[in-house]
Structures are given as structure tokens and as C-alpha cells.
């Protein structure tokens, strides 16, 4: 079993975040404590998965050494396992500085201690192009590429393969997001697209339980980390969350707002 993971986006909008957070959740879901480790520091795109305040961000673990305890924060979704997210929210000067040499070898470091203390690690990583992604694909069991299910997306994982190449290591799989049909990226795991994931406001970890979407999460999953699962599919959600109940009102979209 791997327990620690790279998603990297092959292109910039692949949907990395998203898929870390299923893929957490579904790990979340059958009992295991999973982190989630932001690379992405120039979207910072987990954070809008964050309900409430970020006092301390992962920059500031790779440049001041803060607690990492202070800097996890729990994901609010009715799960039997530990959803923790670990983003980056900082102002430029100190995002300049946790891209240094120096931050890398901090983050390399950041990923062996959150091993430490939960069963499975992801990062969220964009394309290999600044010091915490390529110290994120070497700190990781194993790498996934992210790419969308087109021919742009299979250029950009040839691309991003030989990037890696160029490190010294490959990606492990390859997942090919939005993938309603037949599509050109070969031996990826499709991941077909969901209403449930196109609202980017809500914060929501999984899906409604379908016939599509959430068993190729599931597979993915059981690829990438080398893992069996036991996941049942009934009709509910199994991760079901009301926004309202847990974020203040000026941070939902205004169809959602009372």
C-alpha cells in the first residue's frame, strides 16, 4: 500500500483540487485519516474548500516553522476518518519565499511528518514548474498525473512525463478528468464528469453516490494508493453536507444565500 501521493495537474485546470478532495473523502469515508498538502501556491485553490479562517498557512510551515497542527484544518464533512487540509493562503512575499531551494527541502520534510501521524497524504501540485512541485513528486510514494480527457490533455501528460523524466522519476498513473466517453489518453483511469462537482463555491468532498462518477473515484483510489476497498453504493450521499450549516453566509454564492 502507498500512503503518500502527488496529484499533479499535466495543465494548468485539470481539476486537481477537486480530485484530491474526493479522493480524500472516499478514504476519509471507509475510516482512514488523510491530509491534504497545498502545493498549488499560485491558485491556492484549497483554501475555498476551507469554511472559516486560516491563521497559518502551509507557506508558513516551509519558512517560519510553525506548528503543524496549527495549520491543519479539519474539512467539515460527517465522515468515520480525519479530513484534513493543509492550504496555501499568503501574500506574495512569503508565497516568493516558500518557493525557494531551502522551502523544497522544508516541504520534502512537511510531507515525512504528516506521514507520521495520518494514514494517507496527498498533494495538490500544479505542473512541474517551481521548487515545492518538483520537491513534492520526489517526496511522494507515488505520482499521479492530472489531465483533461482531450487531445490537449494527452499532449500535456507526454509533456509532463518528460519533465519528470528529466528528475528522475515518472508518473505511476494517470487520470483523465471529464472523461464522458472515448477519449486519447491510454491506460488512464476516466473520471467522468459530475453535476455535483461544478459548483466550486461548496465545498463538498463527494459526490452524490451515481452509477458514473463515484466508482471511478473509488478505482482511482484503489490505483493510485495500491489499496482494496470495501465501498458500497447506496442510493443517499455518503458524504451529504448542507453549506449553510457550516459556512458564514457572505462566503456561499448568492443562489445559496438566505
Do not use: W
Amino acid at each position: 500500500m502507498k500512503r503518500t501521493a502527488a496529484l499533479v495537474g499535466a495543465t494548468g485546470g485539470a481539476g486537481t483540487t477537486r480530485l484530491c478532495l474526493e479522493t480524500a473523502a472516499v478514504l476519509s469515508h471507509v475510516g482512514r485519516d488523510v491530509a491534504i498538502l497545498d502545493a498549488a501556491f499560485a491558485t491556492q485553490g484549497l483554501a475555498r474548500h476551507v469554511p472559516g479562517r486560516i491563521d497559518t498557512d502551509i507557506t508558513a510551515l516551509l519558512t517560519d516553522e510553525d506548528s503543524l497542527a496549527d495549520a491543519l484544518l479539519e474539512h467539515p464533512v460527517p465522515t468515520s476518518g480525519r479530513l484534513s487540509l493543509c492550504p496555501a493562503y499568503a501574500p506574495f512575499e512569503r508565497l516568493a519565499r516558500a518557493k525557494t531551494a531551502t522551502a523544497a527541502e522544508a516541504f520534502e520534510r512537511l510531507v515525512e511528518r504528516t506521514a507520521d501521524e495520518f494514514d494517507h497524504v496527498l498533494i495538490d501540485a500544479p505542473p512541474v514548474a517551481a521548487n515545492q512541485a518538483v520537491a513534492a513528486v520526489h517526496a511522494a510514494d507515488t505520482v499521479t498525473l492530472v489531465a483533461p480527457a482531450s487531445r490537449l490533455g494527452a499532449d500535456a501528460v507526454q509533456g509532463m512525463r518528460g519533465r519528470l523524466a528529466d528528475l528522475g522519476t515518472d508518473a505511476d498513473t494517470v487520470l483523465a478528468n471529464r472523461a464522458n466517453g472515448e477519449h486519447p489518453l491510454e491506460d488512464a483511469v476516466p473520471i467522468p464528469t459530475s453535476d455535483e462537482t461544478a459548483v466550486e463555491d461548496v465545498p463538498a468532498s463527494a459526490p452524490e453516490l451515481d452509477a458514473s462518477f463515484s466508482p471511478a473515484i473509488v478505482a482511482a483510489v484503489e490505483t493510485v494508493f495500491d489499496v482494496s476497498l470495501d465501498v458500497e453504493f447506496p442510493e443517499e450521499r455518503f458524504l451529504d453536507i448542507d453549506p449553510e450549516e457550516y459556512l458564514p453566509d457572505d462566503y456561499l454564492p448568492e443562489s445559496l444565500r438566505s
